[in-house]
Each structure stands twice: as C-alpha cells, then as structure tokens.
C-alpha cells in the first residue's frame, strides 16, 4: 500500500522541510505507523543534507553506533571511517542530494525501515579531483531506545550518464 501525505492510499508524496517530495511506502500491520515512515523519510533527508555540509556532529546524531556503509566498488566502511572523512573534508559537495520523487521507504514489522532512492553527488576531493555522478542507494534504519538509528547503507556503481 502507498501512503501519501493525506494518509490515503495513493501515490502523493510528502514534502518534507526542504521542500523535497518523498513517496511514502508501507502499512499499518505489525505496529508500524505513518508516523514512523515520516521520521525516517525526513530523518534520510536530513542525512545527505549532514554529509553534504560536512557535518560530523549531525551524521554522529543519525548513525548507528555498529554503522556500515558498503559501496559498489565492495568497500567496507565503519561509522568512524565515515565520520573521519566528514571531519578531514575528504569531499567538498556542490551537491549532495536524493534526486526528487525517488525516495522510498519500506518498513519491516515496526522497528526496521528501508529507505531507497538515487542520489546525486557533485563536488571536489580534497585532492581537488571534480566528480558529478548518480547512484541508487539503500539505507537501513533501526529502532533503538535512542530513536531511529541509520545503521547500514549500500551504494551501487555509478550510473551510466543520463
């Protein structure tokens, strides 16, 4: 079932605080809530807007403590890793955004949720090398005594210019 911003089924998107629409996906079975699918939508959003800034206090915030990132290429990355690399601005973001309407969240009983989407990343390494690319990627959200932790991401290859 598709659940949009008016609680109905369809496929209306939310706009979260950015102004970002982001299809909302699940339903009411298990404990699962609309209000759950809202905080991770927004909670995923507010991520790549943290990396993007650079922001290692905000990324702490959201990460899991076990956090890890494995990206298409078969890197591991731990929580420290990614932060370290927020902190050393290994990476300056011209852009670091979800590509609009392609955002989905799917949540699994009432304490997992699987955000999907494509993200556009253009910027600099440190090493002042551009890069401007596309890729799908999916988040794992948990709950935990704290809230909604991300605690485990995949990222695919680049994708093929559009």
Not at 50 to 71: K, S
């Amino acid at each position: 079932m598709v659940m949009g911003s008016d609680y109905s089924v369809s496929a209306a998107p939310l706009k979260s605080g950015n102004g970002q629409r982001q299809c909302l996906v699940g339903g009411m079975q298990g404990g699962m809530s609309i209000e759950d699918i809202k905080i991770v939508a927004v909670l995923d959003t507010a991520y790549q807007a943290a990396v993007a800034r650079n922001d290692a206090d905000a990324m702490a915030a959201i990460l899991h403590p076990d956090m890890i990132l494995v990206i298409g290429r078969g890197d591991v990355f731990t929580r420290e890793d990614i932060l370290r690399s927020a902190r050393e601005r290994d990476c300056e973001y011209e852009r670091q955004v979800e590509d609009e309407g392609t955002q989905v969240v799917r949540m699994f009983g009432a304490d997992t949720a699987i955000v999907t989407a494509r993200l556009w990343l253009k910027g600099t390494t440190r090493g002042n090398e551009p890069f401007d690319r596309r890729l799908w990627f999916s988040d794992t959200y948990v709950r935990t005594p704290e809230g909604w932790r991300y605690a485990f991401g995949q990222a695919s290859i680049s994708l093929p210019p559009q």
